[in-house]
């Protein structure tokens, strides 16, 4: 656990007791020995991962700093878990009002604590993990904000019996406007498959007998689709094994000494948040990779992505010692269509250019790659069996783009498209031994590429609206 803790207790025995405790754990450990000496820290030097707050300070209370820190938009997000030395239900209510993300008190075992704190970690480094993703992917001047409206949380409850979820539902219900609704945990197993992922799951465990909750926690800590759900555990009693377990499982929190409705409320409301503000995050992170490699006016593919596939496709190639299938590479150029920008406009061509890319993308197979290389011109790559079989593929798109005018309907005409089609074979590339063109992938799209732009010119040179296939001189 390679993690940065500041350590804030204004009596030096506790100090050095917490730092005994998580000695091995944290690759650096500060102290503080007053609020106003943890703020400076935290203001003017690196953020670190965990904030350890003691319960005796000189000037503020643990749980005023603990509030004073989630004001500071800087600091929000940063993890506090706070370290009483007699705290009882209240104090820890209160902490957890305040922002906590746990309260514990001196007399728990090392484990377990650590256990704690290994879930806030990997929590904290998912998140950083996101956001510097994001930031370094991040288009300048259009970044957008992280807020918006959410619905109400949906939280299930995976009971042990019938009455105990009812009884759940109807405290929680008094508490919260989560959506919430039980089941039991085996019926939950039984029904993974067809599983609806919630916002949240709240875990009943038995201490006496918890493997089947832990079961359940492991299936769902296992599933894409409930992968990303935060999960609580609630303990029926206090015990340091099994919190523990679940904790290492994957629970996001636990619950150590049985139901709570006002402390559950607490904790799914920090943990919900922390887990939509991630999920948004990691939204934006894979719209920002479907950007890079999209084209934003026919929603194909685009060059950055497409040169990399064809160098994978002849990588592969070139590594099979018997022929597995051919495959087609193919340059689609709109013929004439510079008369349509000058004639109509830009705003007619752009409308020209996503109705020819819908057209040639639905006749093509899903797995097949259609690419916006630049301009008019499109990069059609497919399996095939041989150059028959290509050039029957496009042939089949240059008659449906020529099929049926371009209708334009703010201008109200119907305009006429034709596209030329220059192929090459990939085993034509792969048998020449490369001596041409060098022995790498890269040189091998390359080529690929140059073959299908000679015959398409050649195409052009024979009027337009045709297919040609590149032969060697």
């Given at each position: 656990m390679a993690a940065r803790v500041l350590i804030v207790d204004s009596i030096s025995a506790n100090r050095i007791l917490l730092k005994v405790k998580l000695a091995g754990a944290f690759s650096q450990v500060e102290h503080a020995a007053s609020a106003g000496e943890a703020l400076d820290l935290l203001e003017t030097g690196a953020t670190p991962d965990l904030l350890v707050l003691g319960g005796d300070l000189i000037d503020i209370s643990a749980i005023d700093l603990c509030a004073l820190v989630k004001e500071r938009p800087k600091l929000a997000n940063l993890p506090v878990l706070?370290?009483?030395?007699?705290?009882?239900?209240?104090?820890?209510?209160?902490?957890?009002?305040?922002?906590?993300?746990?309260?514990?008190?001196?007399?728990?075992?090392?484990?377990?604590?650590?256990?704690?704190?290994?879930?806030?970690?990997?929590?904290?480094?998912?998140?950083?993990?996101?956001?510097?993703?994001?930031?370094?992917?991040?288009?300048?001047?259009?970044?957008?904000?992280?807020?918006?409206?959410?619905?109400?949380?949906?939280?299930?409850?995976?009971?042990?019996?019938?009455?105990?979820?009812?009884?759940?539902?109807?405290?929680?219900?008094?508490?919260?406007?989560?959506?919430?609704?039980?089941?039991?945990?085996?019926?939950?197993?039984?029904?993974?498959?067809?599983?609806?992922?919630?916002?949240?799951?709240?875990?009943?465990?038995?201490?006496?007998?918890?493997?089947?909750?832990?079961?359940?926690?492991?299936?769902?800590?296992a599933r894409a689709a409930t992968r990303q759900a935060a999960v609580l555990v609630v303990l029926d009693e206090k015990d340091d094994t099994a919190r523990i377990n679940a904790l290492d499982l994957g629970a996001n929190d636990v619950i150590a000494e049985g139901f709570d409705a006002e402390e559950a409320v607490l904790r799914l409301d920090k943990?919900?948040?922390?887990?939509?503000?991630?999920?948004?995050?990691?939204?934006?992170?894979?719209?920002?990779?479907?950007?890079?490699?999209?084209?934003?006016?026919?929603?194909?593919?685009?060059?950055?992505?497409?040169?990399?596939?064809?160098?994978?496709?002849?990588?592969?190639?070139?590594?099979?010692?018997?022929?597995?299938?051919?495959?087609?590479?193919?340059?689609?150029?709109?013929?004439?269509?510079?008369?349509?920008?000058?004639?109509?406009?830009?705003?007619?061509?752009?409308?020209?250019?996503?109705?020819?890319?819908?057209?040639?993308?639905?006749?093509?197979?899903?797995?097949?790659?259609?690419?916006?290389?630049?301009?008019?011109?499109?990069?059609?790559?497919?399996?095939?069996?041989?150059?028959?079989?290509a050039a029957n593929v496009a042939q089949r798109l240059c008659d449906v783009v020529r099929a049926e005018p371009v209708y334009l309907r703010g201008q109200d005409v119907k305009i006429p498209v034709t596209v030329s089609i220059g192929v090459a074979m990939g085993s034509d590339m792969l048998e020449a031994k490369k001596a041409k063109f060098g022995g790498g992938e890269d040189s091998l799209a390359s080529a690929l590429i140059d073959q299908a732009d000679q015959a398409l010119y050649g195409a052009k040179a024979d009027g337009r609206d045709k297919v040609l296939s590149y032969t060697a001189a």
């Open positions: 706070l370290v009483h030395t007699d705290g009882d239900r209240t104090d820890r209510i209160e902490a957890l009002r305040a922002g906590a993300d746990d309260v514990f008190d001196m007399s728990v075992s090392t484990d377990a604590l650590l256990a704690r704190i290994r879930s806030i970690v990997r929590g904290r480094n998912s998140y950083e993990e996101l956001r510097l993703r994001d930031r370094a992917g991040r288009i300048p001047l259009l970044a957008e904000t992280l807020s918006g409206f959410d619905s109400p949380a949906s939280v299930l409850l995976a009971v042990r019996t019938k009455t105990e979820g009812a009884q759940w539902q109807a405290h929680l219900s008094k508490l919260t406007p989560f959506g919430l609704r039980h089941q039991l945990g085996a019926d939950i197993m039984r029904n993974m498959g067809q599983f609806t992922a919630p916002d949240a799951i709240m875990i009943s465990l038995s201490v006496s007998a918890p493997e089947e909750a832990l079961r359940l926690l492991a299936e769902v800590r943990m919900i948040a922390r887990k939509r503000l991630t999920d948004r995050l990691r939204q934006r992170v894979e719209d920002g990779l479907t950007a890079a490699v999209t084209d934003p006016l026919t929603g194909l593919f685009n060059r950055r992505y497409a040169m990399p596939h064809l160098t994978k496709m002849a990588q592969r190639a070139k590594g099979q010692s018997e022929p597995q299938g051919d495959f087609a590479v193919m340059l689609a150029d709109l013929d004439h269509f510079k008369e349509v920008n000058d004639k109509y406009g830009h705003a007619a061509g752009d409308i020209v250019l996503a109705e020819i890319a819908r057209r040639m993308r639905a006749n093509i197979k899903s797995a097949d790659l259609i690419a916006r290389m630049g301009g008019e011109e499109f990069l059609v790559v497919v399996q095939t069996d041989n150059r028959e079989s």
